[in-house]
């Protein structure tokens, strides 16, 4: 099971990236997905999280609003579409997978499956 991450960059308050998590070695969409990420100094966070049944999206409170997750289950891909971000969005994104229950789909413990990361930089 690999999952590869990519789409972060450095970007200004404000502006729009996407990000794309692209899965091999598992039969995709039977996983739900999630996005984390890990700020300097920080502990990892849940950003969001696709189920892998009824496709609900689940979103921490800082990025509803501004932050889209949706998954192709043809190109084992997730995406994470992220709008007016701000200078707190810095961080290294994290995609994962998991065969997890709804009640800890927020929880990174319940991931077994992670990529790399990405880096996203805002500055203001």
């Known amino acids: 099971v690999q999952l590869q991450a990519s789409g972060g960059g450095l970007v200004q308050a404000g502006s729009s990236l996407r990000l794309s998590c692209t899965a091999s070695?598992?039969?995709?969409?039977?996983?739900?997905g999630g996005w984390f990420r890990q700020a300097p100094g920080k502990e990892r966070e849940f950003v969001a999280a696709?189920?892998?049944?009824?496709?609900?999206?689940y979103y921490t409170d800082s990025v509803k609003g501004r932050f889209t997750m949706s998954r192709d289950n043809a190109k084992n891909t997730l995406y994470l579409q992220m709008n007016s971000l701000k200078p707190e969005d810095t961080a290294v994104y994290y995609c994962?997978?998991?065969?997890?229950?709804?009640?800890?789909?927020?929880?990174?413990?319940?991931?077994?499956?992670w990529g790399q990361g990405t880096l996203v930089t805002v500055s203001s």
């Open positions: 696709i189920h892998r049944s009824n496709h609900n999206t």
């Open positions: 070695g598992m039969t995709f969409g039977t996983y739900t």
């Open positions: 994962a997978a998991s065969r997890t229950i709804l009640s800890a789909i927020r929880s990174a413990d319940a991931y077994p499956h």
